[in-house]
């Protein structure tokens, strides 16, 4: 069954809701595609727009639930049999520049069955916020995963530190029992993301890596949804990660052309023998886009592993300066994997 998203333009892209022309073309494109689809066995729901409100000025946040409702109240004359949501990112609150989104939407938006509401470090918090904002309609959660790269904290040079796979997992399973199961107005939830992406990292969002392995994420999305833990499990990434064992710099900032020595601390649950793989990727953690906004794929450095046995490596740092990652890959007999990264700072001559 599918939650049919109806892509809406949006602000931070340029999109102009004061632009009537604009509305009007919009909104006649998705009356064609519930026109085509509306009778569709695979359709449960509709989801007009993802994340539109997103950076929008409180100006254009008003002028887009208005519009919403509009295309809402237009879906509902064509079609009877299927309800409709927007899915919005997070919630705000009373201290947020966002405010209380859903107090907005309940003004602005009447003709929402319910709502769709995008969460990743905040899941947990969600039930309590819905009731703090008096919404009493029925929420969907079309997206949760990992804390984002917004919500985790930084290297001293102010890039994110991305959780390891163990921690995301560990997070994916408490967050989706705190946020959605169980909760009678929780209508149900969709996973993000079935496939890879790069966003900030290859592996940040990622359930599977580019060539389909599955990491643990997905056992603890099979303990989450059946009660059980696969027969086989993924390894894990103990508490220390990756650590740099050739040099005493907690703040992993090295020389132009070094050689470091790395370990990463890893095990199996099933006792399987674990075979690890190490690269070197420049690290743009720092790309301004937002909201799942296109980037560009990172390609390992080539010759930066120099030498990798059992669970250490010895990587060649670049003659670039700049900001790199360490990325490693622990991969049990069955292809199941676990990841973690190291941020790293190089520079001709480090303070």
């Known amino acids: 069954m599918v939650c049919m998203g109806l892509s809406l333009a949006l602000p931070r892209h340029g999109a102009d809701y004061k632009d009537t022309e604009m509305l009007y073309r919009q909104r006649e494109k ?40 509009r295309i809402a109240e237009m879906i509902k004359q064509i079609d009877k049999n299927h ?50 904002q008096g919404w009493k309609k029925p929420y969907i959660i079309p997206e949760f ?34 946020g959605i199961a169980n909760k009678s107005n929780c209508l149900g939830s969709f996973v993000f993301l079935w496939g890879n992406k790069q966003e900030k990292t290859h592996t940040w969002f990622c359930l599977f890596l580019p060539d ?45 052309l070094e050689k ?20 070197l990727r420049k690290d743009v953690s720092d790309h301004p886009g937002t909201g799942g906004d296109r980037e560009d794929r990172i390609p390992p450095i080539e010759g930066a592993i120099e030498l990798a046995v059992n669970a250490t490596a010895i990587i060649n740092l670049p003659q670039e300066e700049g900001n790199y990652r360490i990325f490693i890959y622990v991969f049990d007999p069955s292809g199941k994997v676990a990841t973690a990264n190291l941020p790293i700072k190089v520079e001709a001559d480090p303070k």
């Open 260 to 279: 470091i020595t790395c370990k990463i601390h890893a095990s199996d649950p099933d006792g399987d023998r674990m075979t690890i793989k190490w690269d």
């Open 145 to 178: 995963g990992p804390r984002g790269w917004w919500e985790v904290a930084r290297t001293p040079w102010g890039l994110p530190i991305e959780d390891t796979s163990t921690q995301k997992a560990l997070f994916y399973y408490q967050s989706y029992l705190a």
């Open 30 to 69: 998705i009356r064609k595609e519930v026109m085509a689809l509306k009778n569709h066995p695979a359709l449960l729901i509709w989801g007009i727009g993802n994340e539109v409100e997103h950076h929008a000025s409180k100006e254009y946040r008003i002028l887009v639930w208005k519009e919403i409702n």
């Open 212 to 256: 389909g392995s599955p990491t643990e994420m997905i056992d603890a999305m099979t303990r989450a949804w059946t009660g059980s833990w696969p027969d086989n499990r993924a390894p894990t990434v103990e508490a220390k990660g990756i650590e740099v064992i050739s040099h005493k710099n907690e703040q992993h900032i090295y020389k132009t």
């Open 83 to 132: 309800p409709v949501i927007t899915v919005i990112a997070g919630l705000g609150n009373e201290s947020s520049e966002s405010g209380m989104k859903l107090k907005d939407i309940e003004k602005y938006c009447p003709g929402l069955d319910a709502i769709g509401i995008n969460s990743y470090g905040g899941l947990p918090n969600v039930p309590n916020e819905i009731k703090k």
